[in-house]
C-alpha cells in the first residue's frame, strides 16, 4: 500500500502554528502511526474533536492511586506499550500564552488503507452503552488515555480468548482525554478526526486487545446509534461514509462482513 506523506497531513494547520514533534509515535493493530504535535494558543478541544465526538474525560495529574493493586499492576501492563507517546507531562503554569487550556494534538500517519468495518482484525464486535469515563495519565507521564465502561447490549463477534455475556460491563480504551495541573491549567491531548465516546450513548465497536493477559480492550473502531441513525466515531473515508445510514442497513452489512471475515494473516 502506497504511504501517505506525512508533508500532507499538515498542511491542513500548518498556518496555525504548530511547534515541533514532541515524540516518535507508536504504531497500533491497524497499521497507523500516531505522530504527536504540540499546539498552544488558537485551537479548542472542540474545534479539533471528531464531528460526533463526546468531550474528553478528565484527569487530574496528582491524584492519588484510588484503585486496588492489582487493577493498577494491570494499568501499568496497559500503558507499557505506548511508554514514550509523548515527552513527559508536566505543569505548564496556570497560563500559556495567555490561555489557561491548550491542546496537544496528534495525526495519524497512515500507512495502508484504513477498514471501516475492520471484524477480521478486532478480538470482538459488540454493540454496547457507554456507562463511565475516566481519563488517565500514564504512571511515567508520557502517555494520556480514557477508560470507557460499557454495558454489553449485543454480541456481534464473540472474543474467542475471553466469555462475554450480555448485560456485563467492560473497560475499553482509547488514546486522547483533557488533564487538569495543580496550577489549574488544562491541557487536552487529542488525536486528530478521532473522536472519544459519549457517556449514555450505544455504540457498536470494534475492540482488540493490546495484551494477551488483561481483560481491558482498545476501542479501534465505533459508531454511534442515534434516532434509529448510524454515526461514525471518527472522521474521514471509508468509515464516515455510513454516517446517516439506517441503523439495519448497517447491522446488516455487518453481518455479512463477519460472515465472510477472514483471519489477520488467513487465505
Same mark, same amino acid.
Given at each position: 500500500?502506497?504511504?501517505?506523506?506525512?508533508?500532507?497531513?499538515?498542511?491542513?494547520? =500548518?498556518? &496555525? $502554528? #504548530?511547534?515541533?514533534? =514532541?515524540? &516518535? $509515535? #507508536?504504531?497500533?493493530?491497524?497499521?497507523?502511526?500516531?505522530?504527536?504535535?504540540?499546539n498552544t494558543k488558537g485551537l479548542t478541544a472542540a474545534k479539533m474533536a471528531s464531528k460526533h465526538s463526546g468531550a474528553p474525560p478528565m484527569a487530574e495529574l496528582e491524584s492519588g492511586p484510588t484503585e486496588t493493586m492489582?487493577?493498577?499492576?494491570?494499568?501499568?501492563?496497559?500503558?507499557?506499550?505506548?511508554k514514550g507517546f509523548y515527552a513527559e507531562i508536566k505543569d505548564p503554569g496556570k497560563e500559556v500564552e495567555g490561555e489557561a487550556e491548550t491542546l496537544t494534538l496528534s495525526f495519524l500517519n497512515i500507512s495502508g488503507e484504513l477498514e471501516a468495518l475492520p471484524v477480521a482484525s478486532s478480538n470482538a464486535v459488540l454493540i454496547g452503552t457507554v456507562k463511565d469515563a475516566k481519563a488517565f495519565v500514564s504512571q511515567d507521564h508520557t502517555y494520556v488515555y480514557s477508560d470507557f465502561t460499557i454495558a454489553i447490549d449485543t454480541i456481534i463477534k464473540p472474543d474467542s480468548g475471553r466469555a462475554l455475556t450480555l448485560n456485563e460491563q467492560i473497560v475499553a480504551s482509547r488514546t486522547g482525554g483533557s488533564v487538569r495541573f495543580p496550577s489549574g491549567h488544562i491541557t487536552h491531548f487529542m488525536i486528530h478526526g478521532q473522536g472519544l465516546p459519549e457517556v449514555g450513548s450505544r455504540y457498536v465497536l470494534f475492540l482488540w486487545k493490546p495484551h494477551p493477559q488483561i481483560n481491558e480492550y482498545q476501542i479501534d473502531r465505533a459508531?454511534?446509534?442515534?434516532?434509529?441513525?448510524?454515526?461514525?466515531?471518527?472522521?474521514?473515508?471509508?468509515?464516515?461514509?455510513?454516517?446517516?445510514?439506517?441503523?439495519?442497513?448497517?447491522?446488516?452489512q455487518l453481518e455479512t462482513a463477519v460472515a465472510n471475515q477472514v483471519p489477520k494473516g488467513g487465505q
Open positions: 500500500m502506497k504511504k501517505i506523506p506525512t508533508k500532507s497531513l499538515l498542511t491542513p494547520i =500548518a498556518v &496555525i $502554528g #504548530i511547534a515541533a514533534f =514532541a515524540g &516518535i $509515535g #507508536i504504531f497500533h493493530a491497524n497499521g497507523t502511526q500516531v505522530v504527536p504535535l504540540q492489582e487493577a493498577q499492576s494491570r494499568r501499568q501492563l496497559r500503558e507499557s506499550r505506548n459508531y454511534q446509534i442515534k434516532n434509529g441513525r448510524i454515526q461514525s466515531l471518527d472522521d474521514g473515508k471509508p468509515f464516515s461514509g455510513f454516517d446517516d445510514m439506517d441503523v439495519l442497513a448497517f447491522l446488516g
